[in-house]
Structure formats: structure tokens, C-alpha cells
């Protein structure tokens, strides 16, 4: 094969490479826009159910889930116009998920499918933000719920709470088998 040649065929492989990590990147920009776009109405959907006297959540928590819906329209908004910002807006995203999934835990015990939020926060952490967000927003669930059991007047039950743990462990292992 001639220098031209071996030349050319580099150049190729390495824009192949840069469309296909250009898809990727084009791939996962898209996909956090849906999750955060599902996020931010089904999250505003709970106070709307709450005061039209459907869904009790309490006054804290419509609270809460109406600005993180606000929120999170808002960084989409902003990831939108400026994809370059894509880890910012998703550390922003996971604290207000983190934030959101807390008050949760807190402020609507008779919820027992609360849990539910940390199961996805540790899953979107570790598909978006790789192993170490992932593992350190595992660690800080887990913590969490273990700390609210000894010391929330409403606990979960032992089932519950064991399912819980399991829950958020299982989206870890799911997602440390999918990162590389």
C-alpha cells in the first residue's frame, strides 16, 4: 500500500470515528431532552392531581415538584441552544432530581412507591454521567434512605425498605454493566 493510500485510509477511520462519537454524543443529547422533558411533566402533574383533591402529596411537595418542573423546562431550554453545556445542565438536573426524590422521601409517607425516584436518579446518573456519578448518586441514595429509616417518624416497612435498597442496587449493576 502506498504512503497516499495509508493516508487516506487513516483519514477515513478517523472520521468514521468522529461520526459515529458525534451520533453518540447526538444520540444521548436527545435522549436526556425526552427523559428530562417526561421528567419535568409528570413531575407537574402530581400537584395538579394534589389540588384537584386526587392525590394527596401536601402543600411541600406540589411545591417542590411544581419548581423542579420549572426547572428542568428551563435547562432544557438552555441545553437546546447550548449543547456544549451538556455536563453542567446534567449535574443541575441530578440535583434537582436528588433534591426532588429527598422531599419525596420526606414529605409523603404515605407514598410507599417513593422510592421509585431514587431507582431512576441512580439509573439516568450512571447512563449520562458515567461510573463515578453513578456510584457516588448510589451511595448518597442508599445513605439517604438508610438514615431516614432510623430517624423519619415515617419509615418504611421492613419489605419496603429492603426492596428499596435492592431497587437502587440492581439500576447501579445494570448501569456499571453498561458504561465502559
Known amino acids: 500500500?502506498?504512503?497516499?493510500?495509508?493516508?487516506?485510509?487513516?483519514?477515513?477511520?478517523?472520521?468514521?470515528?468522529?461520526?459515529?462519537?458525534?451520533s453518540y454524543f447526538d444520540f444521548k443529547l436527545v435522549l436526556l431532552i425526552k427523559i428530562m422533558g417526561i421528567s419535568a411533566l409528570l413531575a407537574l402533574?402530581?400537584?395538579?392531581?394534589?389540588?384537584?383533591?386526587?392525590?394527596?402529596?401536601?402543600?411541600?411537595?406540589?411545591i417542590v415538584d411544581t419548581a423542579f418542573s420549572?426547572?428542568?423546562?428551563?435547562?432544557?431550554?438552555?441545553?437546546?441552544k447550548n449543547n456544549t453545556s451538556l455536563t453542567v445542565i446534567l449535574t443541575v438536573f441530578l440535583t434537582l432530581c436528588f433534591i426532588a426524590s429527598f422531599s419525596a422521601?420526606?414529605?409523603?409517607?404515605?407514598?410507599?412507591?417513593?422510592?421509585?425516584?431514587?431507582?431512576?436518579?441512580?439509573l439516568i446518573a450512571f447512563i449520562f454521567g458515567?461510573?463515578?456519578?453513578?456510584?457516588?448518586?448510589?451511595?448518597?441514595?442508599?445513605?439517604?434512605?438508610?438514615?431516614?429509616?432510623?430517624?423519619?417518624?415515617?419509615?418504611?416497612?421492613?419489605?419496603?425498605?429492603i426492596t428499596s435498597i435492592s431497587g437502587i442496587i440492581i439500576m447501579s449493576l445494570i448501569g456499571t454493566d453498561h458504561i465502559g
Open 70 to 80: 420549572v426547572l428542568t423546562l428551563l435547562l432544557i431550554f438552555i441545553l437546546k
Open 130 to 161: 458515567g461510573k463515578k456519578i453513578g456510584h457516588s448518586l448510589m451511595a448518597l441514595s442508599i445513605s439517604t434512605m438508610i438514615f431516614g429509616q432510623f430517624y423519619i417518624h415515617d419509615k418504611f416497612g421492613d419489605v419496603g425498605f
Open 45 to 62: 402533574l402530581f400537584p395538579v392531581l394534589h389540588y384537584l383533591g386526587i392525590n394527596n402529596i401536601g402543600h411541600i411537595q406540589a
Open 105 to 122: 422521601f420526606l414529605t409523603v409517607p404515605e407514598d410507599d412507591f417513593r422510592a421509585i425516584w431514587f431507582y431512576l436518579l441512580v
Open 1 to 22: 500500500m502506498t504512503d497516499q493510500a495509508t493516508k487516506n485510509k487513516s483519514l477515513l477511520i478517523n472520521r468514521n470515528t468522529v461520526n459515529i462519537e458525534s
